[in-house]
């Protein structure tokens, strides 16, 4: 079974707008971190933002924030005022703390593209 | 501090050749992993090193794919002989091993893209 789930092949947000990136994971493991990832065209991976599943609050970092929804087991990256260059491939990704070790379990990623 | 470094960025070989992928980690970084995405498929785990040690290796595919960390520095991954599956992007990433596993950050390198002829 798919471990982490994003719905969205591809999306597109005019700049300056919000735009929401869907991610549902499923694990039994009560302890788990998410994880959000970015992958412009350079190919490199540039992490953004974690949640771990005690958490209490939603995970900031700067314009990206993680709308962590734990009893629907969701956990949506949300950019605020779209920039050109956060065009990418984006990944959604889980690791459980107590079943899974230092594996990290990716989604299929969404791919955003910034409209000028 | 340098990020995580892989050579080569790309390599194009034919089915049946040898190829070595090079992964030179964060400096300090005892953790080292390596993931490869194939073709319009998630990034899938293949190994976890924890300095010179393999900690899991259930995600190596075959015994053609052989990992090593000599010294718990940098480390290869040597795909022998490859196949047209194996075709892809493979991903090295390291991290400290100093926060627990549920929030340990792992840094990625940019990935080697191999094309198996």
């Known amino acids: 079974a798919q471990k982490i789930t994003q719905t969205q092949p591809g999306m597109f947000v005019q700049e300056k707008e919000a735009v929401t990136l869907d991610c549902t994971y499923d694990t039994s493991d009560p302890s788990y971190g998410l994880f959000w990832y970015k992958q412009p065209s350079s190919g490199e991976m540039i992490f953004l933002i974690y949640?771990?599943?005690?958490?209490?609050q939603n995970a900031t970092e700067g314009r990206y924030s993680l709308n962590f929804q734990k009893a629907r087991k969701s956990a949506n990256l949300v950019i605020s005022a779209s920039q050109l260059g956060d065009s990418a491939m984006y990944f959604c990704a889980m690791r459980e703390g107590r079943t899974g070790g230092f594996k990290t379990i990716f989604g299929a990623g969404t791919r955003l593209f910034v409209k000028a | 501090e340098a990020g995580v470094t892989q050579f080569p960025s790309h390599s194009v070989i034919e089915k049946g050749q040898t190829v070595t992928l090079r992964c030179d980690p964060i400096s300090g970084h005892d953790n080292l992993y390596w993931y490869r995405r194939v073709m319009g498929k998630e990034i899938k785990f293949l190994l976890h090193f924890v300095k010179e040690s393999k900690q899991d290796e259930s995600g190596m595919p075959n015994n053609r794919f052989l990992a090593e960390r000599t010294g718990g520095t940098y480390s290869t991954l040597k795909v022998q002989p490859a196949e047209l599956e194996d075709s892809g992007v493979y991903f090295c990433?390291?991290?400290?091993?100093?926060?627990?596993?549920?929030?340990?950050?792992?840094?990625f390198g940019p990935g080697t893209r191999l094309l198996v002829l």
């Open positions: 949640q771990g599943s005690y958490d209490q």
């Open positions: 990433a390291s991290s400290q091993g100093l926060a627990g596993i549920r929030q340990e950050t792992q840094y």
